[in-house]
């Protein structure tokens, strides 16, 4: 099973600042799929650069995709409008639960413009891109993933 993590970062992506929310994000993946082989990635903030990423690891049949970062009000933040290019159906409920939980701690969590959905078969995931930002998010929508994966791949014994 593939899975991606992709950072969007200007400075990561220059090495101006280190990517910890990334790694952090890989980690709870692979507590929660040991088997999974998990690609990263960090990219820059290029709207273009992320919808070809994205649609490349559709291609390669990647069940789960999280972006990291570039989902703010920031002038160079696109990766929703990336997502949106690539995306057939939206999934908003993971979206709305990462910024309702998020805003339970801190307000400015609710300025997230993230957003999840389908592409084929592949589920397509905004998180935040700060460490705690990221974490939290993923925590939160993780006990929802395992049962997504299953119904977008078919499975039929679902509520």
């Known amino acids: 099973m ?15 600042m280190t990517d910890t929310a990334g790694p952090a994000v890989v980690a709870l993946l692979k507590r929660e799929w040991p088997q999974a082989e998990i690609r ?17 690891l ?6 789960l995709v999280l972006t990291v970062g570039g989902s703010g009000l920031g002038p160079r933040d696109r990766t929703p409008e990336a997502t949106r290019r690539v995306i057939d159906r939206e999934a908003p409920g ?10 339970e701690r801190n307000p400015f969590a609710r300025l997230s413009r993230g957003v ?15 460490l705690r930002g990221a974490e ?13 994966l299953e119904v977008v791949a078919g499975a039929e014994n679902h509520p």
């Open 116 to 130: 999840a959905g389908l592409s084929r078969k592949a589920l397509i995931v905004n998180l935040p891109g700060s």
């Open 40 to 56: 990263t990635a960090i990219l820059n903030d290029d709207e273009d650069a992320i919808v070809a990423a994205l649609k490349e």
């Open 58 to 63: 559709v291609r390669e049949d990647a069940k």
């Open 2 to 16: 593939l899975f991606a993590v992709l950072t969007i970062s200007d400075r990561c992506s220059k090495g101006l």
């Open 94 to 103: 993971l979206a709305e639960a990462m910024r309702a939980k998020g805003a």
């Open 136 to 148: 939290e998010s993923l925590a939160v929508i993780l006990p929802l993933l395992r049962h997504a």
